[in-house]
């Protein structure tokens, strides 16, 4: 089930791969974020998809300084590789405050950033890791199907997430 787009932002549940976790690919850009692992921690993803959602709810002006999404995601990845970078200001450091997908083990090897512009959301990744050259994207959404999104795939984890717990009950009880 796919929600959102792969060749923007999306969500793509596996529902029958796993009864005790959530199997679900990201795509940002075009790029799987996280082929490598993709079965997450059920209440951990709830609690994470709803904490982005409270995010981005609401339409933000861009960072102070923002300029291109690419030119966001250079500063923001130095400061969180390298500290500060050299800026000069807190223009690197309120770029870094944009990361998302810290959704857990799944998502360690994906330094993702989601750029408000009021109606847009600018998102930028890479892909970390042993092989090179890294996979890169940056991509340019409407806020309203981000939030879509995120919206329908909170509602499906929560509601999966409520549907296993009723079986592991049962199962304990039965």
Known sequence: ML???RAGFGLEFHLERDPGLLC???FVGGLHVNS???AFYPPLLVKKLGDELRRFRRPAAPPVGFGSPSE???LAEAVWSYGDAGTGDATGAEYANCEILEWGECTD???AFAFP???RIHLACRVLGQTAPRASAVVSVSRA???ETLERGFGVAEREWAIRLAALKAD???
């Open 172 to 174: 304990r009880e039965g």
């Open 24 to 26: 679900l690919d990201i």
């Open 3 to 5: 929600l959102g787009s």
């Open 72 to 74: 966001a995601f250079r």
């Open 109 to 111: 090897d994906v330094l």
């Open 36 to 38: 490598w692992d993709n």
């Open 145 to 147: 199907s981000f939030v």
């Open 117 to 119: 512009d009021g109606d």
